[in-house]
């Protein structure tokens, strides 16, 4: 039981340029989100899943996009990266409203 | 909106010593959850303990317990008996009944001396 998979761990990227951060959970979670974590400003929650096909904006969606084409995976995707996206990214799942989210390890970006 | 207040950035204490790391949060829900996260240096998020709304009683976790006080919307975290492994930025999260997602502090940085 892996729990929730990030890759990669850390990236370096230069403006403009495009990648995509994956996220899977082996946990069968219908809940899925991305947070991005700054210094002295917690975690922000960039998009969120409550089901496959299903995917909503959270606080600081704008230059992130994401889809769920199934349960397990939800890759977020940097379109065109700025020096303002270098943060820290979590992934997380949980089973139900009811409980706490389960995190991924984290990918440190750093757009030059 | 949703809104978690952490008031003190850092703290210290002394190992064996216990620790009260404070949390406000604003809401109009009446259904709710509450949950106080671990980041070790690590930088894994580690879930700590978690509250109902709707129960009176704190919850707790072996060192670790809560004083939630739903009137004065305040969810404090007690260690009791610090080790040095509980040096970490620690985070209350909240979420509602309804919705998916977390509304997290800015957090408190818990230094554990000797």
């Known amino acids: 039981n892996a729990g929730v998979t990030q890759t990669p761990k850390f990236q370096v990227l230069k403006t403009g340029q495009s990648m995509t951060l994956q996220c899977a959970q082996d946990?069968?979670?219908?809940?899925m989100s991305w947070y991005r974590q700054d210094p002295g400003m917690g975690l922000r929650l960039i998009h969120y899943s409550v089901g496959a096909g299903i995917t909503d904006q959270g606080e600081v969606p704008n230059g992130y996009n994401v889809s769920r084409s199934t349960t397990e995976d939800f890759p977020l995707r940097l379109l065109s990266a700025a020096p303002s996206q270098t943060s820290v990214y979590f992934c997380?799942?949980?089973?139900?409203?009811?409980?706490?989210?389960?995190f991924g390890s984290g990918t440190r970006l750093t757009v030059v | 909106a949703q809104t978690v207040t952490q008031s003190q950035p850092e703290m210290s204490v002394q190992e064996a010593e216990t620790v009260t790391l404070s949390c406000t949060y604003d809401t109009s829900e009446s259904d709710y959850y509450l949950f106080w996260y671990k980041q070790p240096p690590s930088r894994q998020m580690i879930l700590v303990i978690r509250q109902e709304a709707y129960k009176q009683q704190n919850a707790t976790e072996n060192r670790f317990s809560v004083n939630f006080q739903k009137a004065a919307k305040s969810f404090s975290l007690k260690i009791s008996d610090s080790q040095l492994g509980d040096a970490a930025m620690y985070f209350c999260?909240?979420?509602?009944?309804?919705?998916?997602?977390?509304?997290f502090g800015t957090g408190t940085r818990l230094q554990v001396t000797l």
């Open positions: 997380a799942s949980s089973y139900s409203n009811l409980y706490g989210y389960t």
């Open positions: 946990m069968n979670h219908e809940y």
């Open positions: 999260a909240y979420r509602t009944g309804t919705a998916s997602k977390l509304t």
